[in-house]
């Protein structure tokens, strides 16, 4: 069975860091492009950033370039989202999810909630 | 790059049949058949309802259909029960590498 466990979402001050994880299993984790996807309370699904089964390709949404940092340890079965400088808008709930082919999202993790307030 | 653009809602009786659109432009929807939905309850993480326009994965009910035309694509969710009250995202690939994917503004559906 596939899974995808997020975890190290917490509060933050405006300007401060945090670095998301996500454990993968049931699955040859190598062999996948992995994404964030974001959704800020209420609202609706945000892409956040890609990163191809090696690391060769790497993706960003203008929202979050040159702030955020994706990257995997496929030796760990894990994917990591650094996120610096954040801002009271990347308050969300980040999901982690596995791309089918590169054309849609088939399994996703339950979700870690970043919230970022003063 | 926009959103997709959904309906904010639609609703439906038990037993009838409800659409939902996706409009999009030349680069994302019409440009591949690359069109998915996802189905997304409250509080917990969305999940894949249809793929590539109108597969079905595994496990997911044959209620649920989709097609596209143009630059628009389409879930239907036919015999209406209970449990598909939720919210409903499509997506699709983009030909831009930012965003790699682009999601629609969602859609509320309501069961009477």
């Known amino acids: 069975e596939v899974q995808l466990v997020e975890s190290g979402g917490g509060l933050v001050k405006p300007g401060g860091s945090l670095r998301l994880s996500c454990a993968a299993s049931?699955?040859?984790?190598?062999?996948?492009?992995m994404n964030w996807v974001r959704q800020a309370p209420g609202k609706g699904l945000e892409w956040v950033s890609s990163?191809?089964?090696?690391?060769?390709?790497?993706y960003y949404a203008d929202s979050v370039k040159g702030r955020f940092t994706i990257s995997r340890d496929n030796a760990k079965n894990s994917l990591y989202l650094q996120m610096n400088s954040l801002r009271a808008e990347d308050t969300a709930v980040y999901y982690c999810?596995?791309?089918?082919?590169?054309?849609?999202?088939?399994?996703w993790g339950q979700g870690t909630l970043v919230t970022v307030s003063s | 790059q926009s959103a997709l653009t959904q309906p904010a809602s639609v609703s439906g009786s038990p037993g009838q049949s409800i659409t939902i659109s996706c409009t999009g432009t030349?680069?994302?929807?019409?440009?591949?058949?690359?069109v998915s939905w996802y189905q997304q309850h409250p509080g917990k993480a969305p999940k894949l309802m249809i793929y590539?326009?109108?597969n079905r994965p595994s496990g997911v009910s044959n209620r649920f259909s989709g097609s596209k035309s143009g630059n628009t694509a389409s879930l239907t969710i036919s015999g209406l029960q209970a449990e598909d009250e939720a919210d409903y995202y499509c997506?699709?690939?983009?030909?831009?590498?930012?965003?790699?994917?682009?999601f629609g503004t969602g859609t509320k559906v309501t069961v009477l």
């Open positions: 999810a596995r791309a089918e082919g590169g054309s849609y999202l088939g399994y």
């Open positions: 049931g699955f040859t984790f190598s062999s996948y492009s």
């Open positions: 990163i191809s089964s090696s690391s060769s390709y790497i």
């Open positions: 030349s680069s994302d929807v019409g440009g591949y058949n690359y």
């Open positions: 590539e326009v109108s």
């Open positions: 997506s699709s690939y983009t030909s831009s590498s930012t965003p790699l994917y682009v």
